[in-house]
């Protein structure tokens, strides 16, 4: 028996979507991915409750591949449009197995409301390890030397006789990069952050958070953050240092009032990363091909990973960076631990081919 108030699939997966509005950019990706299914489902006159492990890897055939092309791919466009299409284009091996992860959640809540019986995804027994989100470790970070060359890129000042703007954007970035690399916050949370969030208690400053899920955690506020943020905050004519209930946004537009979006948030750090890029190319040439190849890869979410990923590397322990990263699960944040991998590699390194004129090459 249904317990939701929905008199139709598209209801019924309005409410599921209804649980991520706190979450801005987890609500269109999953909106995106329920809708192509329903749009689908469409077509070939079924509902999610006739949905059937058989026609899954239709779909997925579908994802890589939808066709009618006309009917289906096309360039950005409001979603009003007549000329809007649900896809820019076929869907890679990562995209679908990531479409595919989001709708076996959607399903496995309907089930749990009672709108659908049973949940066809948890048939998928070829690919149920890419299913049930155990996943590889990270490697979408900036290693520590480009990271390195990267902060003192940004640490730059602009240059003499630059405009107040020219210096107003220097300080928030560099705010912004210091932020993300310290604490390791997710983009909507940094968008959603506010200058009464940091605190200090015993003299050892805070940061307050509502984190994915509704759930509120504090995280340290290093020195090098609390510096950053004081100057940032001289420069926005404010007290040095935040004040209790203060209610400002921590991260501003030019007007100094307002605060920076989350897709205005995602522009900057991508369009920062490109620069960066290019800066070193200038620079170093082809000798640094792929260092700026991962600087033009890099998107917002790549700091995460970097932060988490350094502090590992640092010697901080699992269940701090745990904390830190604010994972329910530590197998989560074990991801990020490399050590293994670096002792593998210098084990292997003791096995090699014979050695030439009693010397191993090198």
Known sequence: MSRLRATSDAEAVARWLGEYRASPRTL???????ERLLLWLEVQG?????????????????LAAPTPRHAWIGPARPRSSPDWRPFRGPLSPASRRQSLVILQGMFAWLV????VEHNPFRLMRDKRRRLDNRQPGIDRYLERPLWEWLWQWLERPPAAGASRRERYLWQ???????????????????????????????????????????????????????????EWRLALDLPPEPRHGETGALLRRLDGQSALGDNQLYRLIRETFRQAAAALEAEAGEAAAAQVARLRAATPHWLRHTALTHQAQAGI???????TARHARLDTTARYLHTEDEEWHRQLSLHGLPLRGGRRPG
């Not at 269109?28 to 329920?34: D, L, Q, T, V």
């Not at 079924?46 to 579908?62: I, P, S, V, Y």
């Not at 749990?112 to 709108?115: L, V």
Request: no cysteine; proline share 3%; aromatic share 12%.
């Open 317 to 323: 322990e699992l269940r701090y960076l745990a904390s």
């Open 28 to 34: 269109r990706s999953y909106r995106r991915e329920a």
């Open 46 to 62: 079924k509902g999610l409750a006739t949905l059937r492990r058989e026609d899954l890897d239709a779909f997925e055939a579908f």
């Open 112 to 115: 749990e409301a009672g709108w």
């Open 172 to 230: 928030r970035r560099r705010l912004l990069f210091a932020f993300a690399y310290l604490v390791a916050p997710r983009l909507g949370e940094m968008a959603n952050a506010r200058m009464g969030d940091f605190h200090q208690r015993e003299n050892r400053w805070w940061w307050q958070v509502i984190g994915k899920g509704g759930k509120a955690a504090r995280v340290p506020a290093p020195a090098d953050l609390m510096h950053l943020l004081r």
